[in-house]
């Protein structure tokens, strides 16, 4: 296993290796969405509460739980380039902050929806925790993503980059911690979620797995992809690109 | 700080540097031993600055080594800055304060006391006698090399790193500088330095390198 | 190492007091930002009193992290910085009395007007109090978070918004705290469980933050 990560690490076997990996990736996001989209959408039954508007928490709950995924990864890899200077690992944590932002952006937008039926008319609930600790990870992802696109020399951007997410992950659980704190001195916070989700139907249970696997499958693929792209930008005048360019030409 | 059991010298095996997309040199293999000078030559870009500043340990190379007495510089980063004496292209003085001010504080920050009589003769041996108290806002480019060349003198490290330390300078602060540079040799110190002009001192052979 | 980690001290003392404007100017940024805000209201405003603790708060964290712009800068620009990362001392401790110096000169005197700037905001006592403490213990957790900030980005030439960008989110925690604290003491609430965890932040930040400043001024420096 442990060799197995370091020749992963090596460029041009990682960039054959995702060549082979990429495809199947494709289908079984393709196959797990389709399956997920149906399933909660149509069969699944509606909450009688909330009615047919809980369905976009076949969204939501998804979205939110991976966009605090994925910065752990980016944090873990950041940890990872800053004490053994992998390059890939540097790559993966640049690639993975546009998609964690694009995440977090999806569950806000889908939580703010999904409160205006249960806040009445308002879109933006400043009293819900989870929605205020999105709000904060957005702001994180932006500011991660600025920092990485300021330096122009690529080793310095990754390291500056990767200490600044490791400042974010010590970060996190205070800034969880003080908006809990926060919105509790406002009465009736509303609890949705995570909590929501263990304490719903099986019916509805299924459907929402499915869904997450098919985000954490959407993640794995764009990660690959995106790093791809990044490694191949890097490595531009390295032998093995320049051998593989020529055989694509070819 | 302990006596190194080897001999003082500073070597370099298989240094490689890059920066961004370039790699400014690889492959460098050289040594400086006690009363050596090294003059790094080269043209505008060719990584000379980046050298000296990855020598200090400023400048991460990409790989490669450099030793101290036989010892990684980032084995003990603290000893080995503690005998390195180094001038970059920024004086690294303070505008606002005088050259007296500057010395003290760059000495006591070295953790080094330093009694007024010597501030005043080293001040005195770059000449600038008559300028310890004028603000360094006010003092020409030279001026402001001058102080800090002093440094070099007060700090009575082994080992100095000098980025381009003729420029700006007149001529008898050439003269001076040189001066300074053979008794450090003499006394059994290292130098390396980059430098546009040939160095030309007394009774001291100069080993060269040059970087494409 | 003390001796060296003192010189410092009073090298930076000294260089902030040849700077009067820069000492000064922070804080008349933070008088006139905390002005600002009633006069965008009405005049009779009961909003007020409710507004006062998260205004004065608002104005010591953009007063903090804009004054600590200069922090590394100029020793950047002439050079004392590289000299200072080849001292043989841990960077860790010298960036820390770095940091101290800057909440010597901004943090303590944000303190000291606070009351002042509240009382025009009607807080009452008990609310000032609250104020005062919470200043007490954030000001040196806004100094350190964003001497990390300033740490990353000193050697970019467009530095200025990017640091508000990387430092502001992370701000947030004691921004919470500190106004809600206010607000608690205001209604006659108790607030020893805010106190004490910004307390545990501040400590938190005093053995972390100074690493992290120091690894990305090694960055900087390269």
Not at chain 1, 164 to 174: C, E, K, Q, R, Y
Not at chain 3, 172 to 190: E, H, K, M, N, R
């Amino acid at each position: 296993m442990w060799v197995w990560f370091h020749k992963l690490g090596s460029p041009p076997y990682f960039y054959r290796f995702s060549t082979i990996v990429l495809p199947w990736l494709a289908v079984l996001t393709l196959i797990l969405f389709s399956v997920g989209v149906v399933w909660g959408l149509y069969i699944a039954p509606s909450d009688y509460q909330q009615s047919e508007t809980s369905r976009i928490m076949y969204v939501h709950v998804p979205a939110s739980m991976f966009s605090m995924s994925i910065y752990m990864v980016m944090a873990m890899a950041s940890a990872v380039t800053l004490i053994w200077r992998i390059k890939l690992a540097d790559l993966v944590a640049s690639a993975s902050a546009p998609i964690g932002a694009a995440y977090t952006f999806i569950a806000l937008i889908t939580g703010s929806l999904w409160g205006r039926t249960m806040w009445g008319n308002t879109y933006w609930e400043w009293s819900d925790p989870r929605l205020m600790s999105e709000l904060i990870l957005f702001f994180l992802y932006l500011g991660y993503m600025a920092l990485n696109s300021a330096y122009e020399d690529r080793r310095r951007a990754a390291r500056a980059a990767a200490v600044l997410a490791l400042v974010g992950v010590v970060n996190i659980p205070i800034i969880h911690y003080s908006v809990e704190w926060w919105t509790s001195l406002h009465q009736g916070s509303t609890t949705r979620g995570t909590q929501f989700a263990a304490t719903i139907d099986p019916s509805m249970r299924y459907p929402l797995f499915v869904m997450m696997g098919a985000f954490a499958m959407l993640y794995a693929q764009l990660l690959l992809k995106y790093t791809r792209c990044l490694l191949l930008d890097g490595e531009r005048n390295n032998a093995w690109v320049k051998e593989m360019v020529k055989q694509h030409a070819a | 700080m302990s006596t190194p059991a080897s001999p003082t010298s500073l070597e370099t095996l298989n240094l490689r540097c890059e920066r961004g997309d370039r790699t400014l040199f690889e492959g460098l293999n050289f040594q400086v031993a006690a009363g050596q000078l090294l003059q790094i030559e080269g043209a505008n870009g060719s990584g000379k600055t980046t050298l000296l500043r990855t020598l200090c340990g400023l400048f991460e190379s990409t790989a490669g080594n450099i030793n101290w007495c036989g010892q990684s510089i980032h084995a003990d980063p603290a000893s080995y800055h503690a005998q390195l004496s180094y001038i970059g292209h920024l004086p690294g003085i303070k505008l606002e304060l005088s050259p007296r001010e500057n010395l003290a504080f760059s000495q006591g920050l070295r953790g080094q006391s330093i009694s007024q009589n010597d501030l005043l003769n080293a001040l005195d041996a770059i000449g600038l006698y008559g300028f310890e108290d004028t603000p360094c806002r006010h003092l020409s480019a030279g001026q402001r090399r001058r102080v800090a060349l002093a440094r070099l003198i007060l700090d009575k490290s082994q080992l100095w790193i000098l980025d381009e330390p003729f420029t700006a300078l007149d001529r008898a602060g050439n003269q001076r500088l040189s001066e300074l540079l053979a008794a450090h040799l003499l006394q059994g110190g290292l130098v390396v330095l980059t430098s546009h002009q040939p160095v030309i001192l007394q009774d001291v052979a100069i080993n060269r390198l040059a970087l494409e | 190492m003390r001796h060296a980690l003192l010189i410092l001290l009073k090298r930076d003392l000294l260089l902030a007091f040849r700077h009067p404007n820069d000492l000064v100017n922070p804080l008349i940024f933070f008088l006139i930002v905390v002005s600002l805000f009633p006069m965008g209201l009405k005049p009779d405003s009961q909003f007020l009193p409710m507004m006062g603790s998260a205004v004065i708060w608002v104005a010591a964290l953009l007063a903090s992290m804009l004054s600590l712009d200069n922090l590394f800068r100029s020793d950047m620009e002439d050079g004392t910085l590289e000299q200072i990362g080849l001292l043989p001392w841990p960077l860790s401790a010298l960036v820390t009395i770095k940091v101290l110096v800057h909440w010597l000169v901004t943090g303590i005197p944000i303190v000291i007007m606070a009351p002042l700037l509240g009382m025009m905001f009607n807080i009452p006592p008990e609310g000032i109090r609250a104020l005062m403490l919470t200043l007490l213990l954030g000001t040196p957790v806004l100094s350190l978070i964003g001497a990390i900030g300033v740490a990353l980005t000193v050697s970019l030439r467009r530095g200025g918004v990017l640091v508000s960008l990387l430092v502001l989110p992370l701000y947030i925690p004691v921004l919470i705290f500190g106004a809600g604290s206010v607000w608690d003491a205001s209604l006659g609430l108790a607030i020893r469980g805010p106190v004490l965890f910004m307390g545990a932040i501040l400590v938190l930040a005093l053995t972390l933050a100074p690493l992290a400043i120091a690894g990305a001024l090694r960055i900087s420096l390269e």
